[in-house]
C-alpha cells in the first residue's frame, strides 16, 4: 500500500489557483504529508479535451487513481458565476465508479477558489464545490476562526474554505493573510487525513 497523501487537485486559467494550490500544499507538507498537486485539462465546448495528454509545465493532469487512493482532497477552481469552472466539473462528472464503489466515503475534503471581483461568488462557489463531495460520502473540513487570517483579511477568506481576490486582470498576488489561510487549509486536512487513517489501523 501506497504511502498516504493529500490529493490538491484543481483547475487555473490564469495562475492564482495554481499559486492558492501551491501554499495548500505546503501546508500539507508541514503536516508530515505529501501533497500530491494535480489539474485536470481545459475542455471545448463540446465537452473535449483540447489540451495535450501531457501538460507541458507545472501540475500533472489528474487520474481517476490519484483519487481513489487519496487520504483527503483540496479542491480548487476559479469562480464562473458563483460555480466552478467547466474543467473541474467535467472531471468529476466521470467519478461515478468511485461514488458506486465508496471509494471517497468518510475522506476529509476541503475547497478552495479566486475570483477577480471581491464580491464576486467566491463563498457560493466554495458551497457549490462541497455538493459533489458530499455526494461521495467526504467529510467537509472548512477554516475555523480560531484562524486569526480569518478575522483579520481584508481581500480573501471564508469559514467555508480558502479564497483570493485575485483583481479584474486575475494578476493580482496572494496577500499574506490568504497565504495564511492556504497554508491553514493544507495543514488542518493533513491532520484530519493523519487521526482518521490512524484510527483505522
Avoid at 31 to 43: F, K, M, N, S, W
Avoid at 55 to 68: H, M, N, R, T, V
Avoid at 115 to 135: K, R, V
Wanted: proline content about 5%; hydrophobic content about 40%.
Amino acid at each position: 500500500m501506497s504511502a498516504p497523501y493529500v490529493l490538491v487537485l484543481y483547475y487555473s486559467r490564469n495562475g492564482s489557483t495554481n499559486e492558492m494550490a501551491r501554499q495548500i500544499a505546503r501546508g500539507v507538507e508541514q503536516a508530515g504529508l505529501e501533497a500530491r498537486l494535480r489539474t485536470v485539462p481545459a475542455i471545448s465546448a463540446e465537452c473535449e479535451a483540447v489540451t495535450p495528454d501531457i501538460p507541458d509545465s507545472g501540475a500533472l493532469y489528474a487520474s481517476l487513481d490519484d483519487l481513489k487512493h487519496c487520504s483527503g482532497l483540496a479542491l480548487g477552481s476559479p469562480t464562473r458565476f458563483g460555480n466552478m469552472a467547466a474543467p473541474l466539473k467535467y472531471f468529476l462528472d466521470g467519478t461515478s465508479n468511485l461514488w458506486l464503489t465508496g471509494a471517497l466515503v468518510g475522506k476529509p475534503a476541503g475547497v478552495f477558489t479566486s475570483t477577480a471581483s471581491l464580491h464576486g461568488g467566491q463563498e457560493a462557489t466554495l458551497l457549490s464545490m462541497m455538493l459533489p463531495l458530499l455526494h461521495h460520502g467526504m467529510l467537509i473540513t472548512g477554516l475555523p476562526y480560531s484562524e486569526s487570517a480569518l478575522l483579520e483579511t481584508r481581500g480573501g477568506g471564508t469559514p467555508y474554505g480558502a479564497s483570493h481576490h485575485a483583481g479584474a486582470d486575475g494578476k493580482s498576488p496572494l496577500d499574506e493573510h490568504e497565504i495564511a489561510l492556504c497554508r491553514a487549509l493544507g495543514l488542518r486536512l493533513a491532520k484530519t487525513a493523519l487521526r482518521l487513517e490512524n484510527g483505522r489501523g
